[in-house]
């Protein structure tokens, strides 16, 4: 089946050790995004990609980075964790706007843990 | 900017009966489309329901409907017959059908309890 697939599920980083999550998707979505969730609160958009092009949301930390080797493949890169940066991120997919059935499909989620 | 509200930080149903959660947004533009994202305790968003603003039909799909009021601004989902797995953190969102428009904006979400 085509879906978002995000590993690891759970990652645990000490403060200040920088870390990667990655997300890969089946679905040949033209767009990606990252979410930051902590608990019982709504998603919080970071970045997301229109095919190559990078789109930053203004109150993104600049600890957050992003990249996007290809199509199938995209990567939250956190320079130096913080404690405030542990919660559950979440990658989602969808096709460009304009297209048919253009909502986003989410993966399962990374929950990150700073020790 | 569009902002989404959702009132109802809990809502609590019995097995087998009707539940209806509440949306409002506020928007400038005519033509956007409307979710409703189910989050259950495993934390994978799973897409309810969809509704574009320029269909006057309330969308269905199985046991979830809404009630879409695009003069109200309102966006209210009603699932019939709970079942226990229906139990989830539900968010209502908003995206713009502009080009430009790519992202989802959330609702705070209602946690739905299901009782048996």
């Known amino acids: 089946d085509a879906m978002v697939i995000q590993n690891p599920r759970y990652q645990v980083t000490q403060f200040g050790k920088p870390v990667t999550l990655s997300c890969s998707q089946t679905?040949?979505?033209?767009?990606m995004y990252w979410y930051q969730q902590k608990s019982s609160q709504a998603p919080k958009l970071l970045f997301h990609?229109?095919?190559?092009?990078?789109?930053n949301e203004a109150d993104t930390p600049d600890n957050f980075q992003s990249r996007r080797p290809n199509t199938s493949f995209c990567f939250l890169d956190i320079r130096s964790p913080g404690l405030g940066d542990a919660a559950m991120y979440l990658c989602a997919t969808s096709r460009l706007p304009g297209q048919a059935t253009y909502e986003q499909y989410f993966g399962p989620g990374t929950r990150l843990t700073v020790t | 900017a569009q902002t989404v509200t959702q009132s109802q930080p809990e809502m609590s149903v019995q097995e087998a009966e009707t539940v209806t959660l509440s949306c409002t947004y506020d928007t400038s533009e005519s033509d956007y489309y409307l979710f409703w994202y189910k989050q259950p305790p495993s934390r994978q968003m799973i897409l309810v329901i969809r509704q574009e603003a320029y269909k006057q039909q309330n969308a269905t799909e199985n046991r979830f409907s809404v009630n879409f009021q695009k003069a109200a601004k309102s966006f209210s989902l009603k699932i019939s017959d709970s079942q226990l797995g229906d139990a989830a953190m539900y968010f209502c969102?908003?995206?713009?059908?502009?080009?430009?428009?790519?992202?989802?904006?959330f609702g705070e979400g209602t946690q739905l309890t299901v009782n048996p």
């Open positions: 969102a908003y995206r713009s059908r502009e080009t430009s428009g790519s992202r989802l904006t």
């Open positions: 679905l040949n979505h033209n767009v």
């Open positions: 990609y229109y095919d190559k092009d990078f789109n």
